[in-house]
Nanobody
């Protein structure tokens, strides 16, 4: 059974930092792009960041550029999201996802490009 399990969420003050992790089990995703999305209350799920299977190409939403960093450890089947200078508007449930196709050269930014999803981890940023 394929599982993506996020961890690392929590409550943090504005300006603080958190590091999210997404551990995959049931299969290896070392040859698949991985992404992070988030969904705030009353809003649609939105793209946050993505990384290709090799780590050679990254993509970020404009709202998180230069604050968030996505990385992966292929050997550990884990992807990370380092979040710095957090803002109240970053409050959301954060989901990791695995691409539906292997070895793609571009990191997808649309949720439809991802097949497997985690259950999400809550990030709350207080002002």
């Amino acid at each position: 059974q394929v599982q993506l399990v996020e961890s690392g969420g929590g409550l943090v003050e504005a300006g603080g930092s958190l590091r999210l992790s997404c551990a995959a089990s049931g299969r290896t995703f070392s040859n698949y792009a991985m992404g992070w999305f988030r969904q705030a209350p009353g809003k649609e799920r939105e793209f946050v960041a993505a990384i290709t299977w090799s780590g050679g190409s990254l993509a970020y939403a404009d709202s998180v550029k230069e604050r968030f960093t996505i990385s992966r450890d292929r050997a550990k089947n884990t992807v990370y999201l380092e979040m710095n200078r957090l803002k109240p508007e970053d409050t959301a449930v954060y989901y990791c996802a695995a691409d539906h196709s292997p070895l793609r050269v571009r990191a997808g930014v649309r949720s439809s490009e991802y097949e497997y999803w985690g259950q999400g981890t809550q990030v709350t940023v207080s002002s």
